[in-house]
């Protein structure tokens, strides 16, 4: 009787194992790439399409419910005229998403990015493709009917949506589909603010949980032709065009740093305070379909004292760079807007989170500006550059995207000065973060339920490790098992391992088919990586200062032979 391990093919390397048996090679730059970024690019192009069509429908909502007119033209609920007829402007909006969600996806609700999230670990990137109809409408009126939310978020959730369903039709696998999600999300944030670099960062930090070749370059190619469909769609200029700042001293940078820290801590309790407004909803004895109607009202009282915190707000985004605003309408954009959408986002409704962090961040950061200037007016800070740290250095504290704060702050407003300043405030912003949340803003949804998502990029152990540094001699067990060169690396083996289910490999010499060298076992692997793991926890023994010297001058000056 034949042994079920004699018909496993003994090779001289693991490559053309691979191959044969359709292995996955880890990180392969092949022509499946190109193929990738050809569909990207194609669906970059459809989702720029529809990145305008949901501004349009966002103007003809506000249009028609704040002024009883048919019309794209821009349009700002700040300026109705409606008196407390206001407050059921929002709450029929609602009531409306809540129905779309009820009857046609739940998966409408909320931001759209921890919704992504959880599909590309749980699901295998596959998004409903309904989403991609269903979450731009009920973006629309929410924002449309005065929700305080940007236009981005619905975008990357639709981008991410429509990439995941070609994703379906296509012959991939589940990683190369959650390449196209990741690829036509950030397309569609491109196409929103014309910023490529801070989405393909985006798309590293929040989505892909990987940096590589084969992930990049589809997903910077869609990127490209997002930010493309953004100047024939939007026009050349930046979204937040602001005068050019000067350009800081020593001293500012220190005052910018102190107001990254302080502006980390508030950003943690502005996350905090979205799951906690989330929960006590939850407790709430009705369906969850009514629940942004409820919110709702908050947003249209808010909105009859403060009306310019309701609609997406881009253009107080726009005032807040300024720098000229009045002291009671920071005021009020920091805190009004803030319980505005706080309430709403928490309810329940569809809406954004970048635009209302960088409001509140800004106005935040404004305020700031002015108690620092009047206490020390030689401080060397501007009001405007006080706003930009205060907007990006709240969104990098809130979602952990520090990359992305720093680069979209910069594409967005074209101030190369703002770089110092905004790497100062956003990394402490960063810092502080990680002090005072498990989670952030965008992973705390998923993370409650037992889903964890990385926090950094770490290199892979096994891939730089040799199989000659760990192999053992042979014995009976590697005999008649899958044969790997000992220049090989770990993580091949363990594919291999794994594929074929067995608890060693034999290792030959390259070039010398047949010839067992050694061999490598599960067990050896494991002891590997596990050491290798406690020598980066282990701390060495300090050395003196003395020995130190003696040794640095020995070897300045060796002995001469005699």
């Known amino acids: 009787m034949k042994r079920q391990d004699e018909s496993i093919p003994l090779a001289p390397s693991l490559t053309p194992i691979q191959k044969k048996k359709g292995l996955p090679v880890s990180g392969k730059v092949d022509k499946r790439v190109l193929y990738l970024a050809i569909q990207a690019i194609i669906n970059a192009l459809v989702i720029g399409v529809i990145a305008k069509g949901l501004v349009y429908l966002i103007e003809i909502i506000t249009n028609l419910a704040f002024y009883g007119r048919f019309s794209w033209e821009p349009a700002s609920p700040a300026h109705n005229t409606l008196g407390w007829a206001v407050v059921a402007v929002p709450v029929v909006g609602s009531l409306l998403v809540g129905l779309i969600a009820r009857f046609g996806s739940k998966a409408v609700r909320g931001h759209g990015i921890p919704e992504a999230m959880e599909k590309i670990i749980l699901d295998e990137s596959k998004i409903p493709p309904l989403i991609t109809l269903l979450k731009p409408l009920s973006a629309a009126i929410s924002i449309g009917t005065g929700g305080p939310f940007g236009a981005e978020g619905p975008i990357i959730a639709t981008g991410g949506a429509f990439g995941s369903f070609t994703g379906q039709i296509m012959h991939i696998t589940p990683t190369e589909r959650k390449i196209m999600l990741s690829a036509g999300a950030c397309a569609g944030m491109a196409a929103i603010f014309g910023s490529p670099l801070a989405a393909v960062l985006l798309a590293i930090e929040l989505l892909l949980f990987e940096f590589s070749a084969r992930s990049i370059i589809p997903v910077a190619l869609s990127c490209i032709t997002g930010a493309g469909m953004h100047l024939w769609l939007f026009g050349s200029a930046p979204v937040f065009a602001m005068g050019n700042i000067p350009m800081p001293s020593d001293g500012a940078l220190m005052v910018y740093i102190g107001m990254g820290l302080l502006i980390?801590?508030?950003?943690?309790?502005?996350?905090?305070?979205?799951?906690?407004?989330?929960?006590?909803?939850?407790?709430?004895?009705?369906?969850?379909?009514?629940?942004?109607?409820?919110?709702?009202?908050?947003?249209?009282?808010?909105?009859?004292?403060?009306?310019?915190?309701?609609?997406?707000?881009?253009?107080?985004?726009?005032?807040?760079?300024?720098?000229?605003?009045?002291?009671?309408?920071?005021?009020?954009?920091?805190?009004?807007?803030?319980?505005?959408?706080?309430?709403?986002?928490?309810?329940?409704?569809?809406?954004?989170?970048?635009?209302?962090?960088?409001?509140?961040?800004?106005?935040?950061?404004?305020?700031?500006?002015?108690?620092?200037?009047?206490?020390?007016?030689?401080?060397?800070?501007?009001?405007?550059?006080?706003?930009?740290?205060?907007?990006?250095?709240?969104?990098?504290?809130?979602?952990?995207?520090?990359?992305?704060?720093?680069?979209?702050?910069?594409?967005?407003?074209?101030?190369?000065?703002?770089?110092?300043?905004?790497?100062?405030?956003?990394?402490?912003?960063?810092?502080?973060?990680?002090?005072?949340?498990?989670?952030?803003?965008?992973?705390?949804?998923?993370?409650?339920?037992?889903?964890?998502?990385?926090?950094?990029?770490?290199?892979?152990?096994?891939?730089?490790?040799?199989?000659?540094?760990?192999?053992?001699?042979?014995?009976?067990?590697?005999?008649?098992?899958?044969?790997?060169?000992?220049?090989?690396?770990?993580?091949?083996?363990?594919?291999?391992?794994?594929?074929?289910?067995?608890?060693?490999?034999?290792?030959?010499?390259?070039?010398?088919?047949?010839?067992?060298?050694?061999?490598?076992?599960?067990?050896?692997?494991?002891?590997?990586?596990?050491?290798?793991?406690?020598?980066?926890?282990?701390?060495?023994?300090?050395?003196?200062?003395k020995r130190l010297l003696v040794r640095t001058r020995k070897i300045i000056y060796p002995k001469s032979k005699s």
């Open 264 to 545: 980390g801590i508030v950003a943690s309790l502005v996350s905090k305070s979205v799951y906690l407004v989330e929960d006590l909803f939850e407790k709430l004895p009705i369906h969850w379909m009514w629940w942004p109607a409820i919110g709702a009202v908050v947003v249209g009282v808010t909105g009859y004292f403060a009306p310019f915190t309701m609609g997406v707000g881009y253009e107080n985004i726009q005032e807040l760079l300024g720098g000229h605003l009045p002291l009671a309408m920071l005021l009020s954009l920091c805190f009004l807007k803030y319980i505005s959408w706080v309430i709403s986002l928490g309810s329940g409704t569809s809406g954004g989170t970048l635009a209302p962090l960088f409001t509140i961040g800004g106005a935040l950061g404004a305020l700031m500006g002015i108690v620092l200037l009047k206490l020390f007016p030689g401080a060397g800070i501007t009001m405007a550059t006080a706003a930009l740290v205060g907007m990006a250095a709240m969104f990098a504290g809130a979602s952990r995207a520090l990359l992305t704060s720093i680069v979209f702050a910069l594409e967005t407003t074209g101030q190369p000065n703002g770089l110092l300043p905004l790497l100062c405030a956003c990394i402490a912003a960063y810092f502080v973060s990680f002090f005072l949340m498990k989670g952030t803003i965008m992973t705390e949804k998923i993370r409650r339920r037992g889903i964890n998502t990385p926090d950094a990029y770490e290199s892979d152990l096994l891939t730089h490790t040799t199989v000659k540094e760990v192999m053992v001699p042979a014995t009976d067990l590697a005999a008649g098992k899958p044969a790997v060169s000992e220049n090989d690396d770990l993580s091949s083996c363990v594919q291999l391992m794994g594929r074929y289910s067995v608890p060693a490999l034999s290792v030959v010499e390259d070039g010398a088919a047949g010839s067992i060298k050694g061999m490598v076992t599960a067990q050896d692997i494991m002891h590997y990586y596990s050491e290798q793991k406690s020598a980066d926890q282990r701390f060495d023994a300090p050395v003196r200062t």
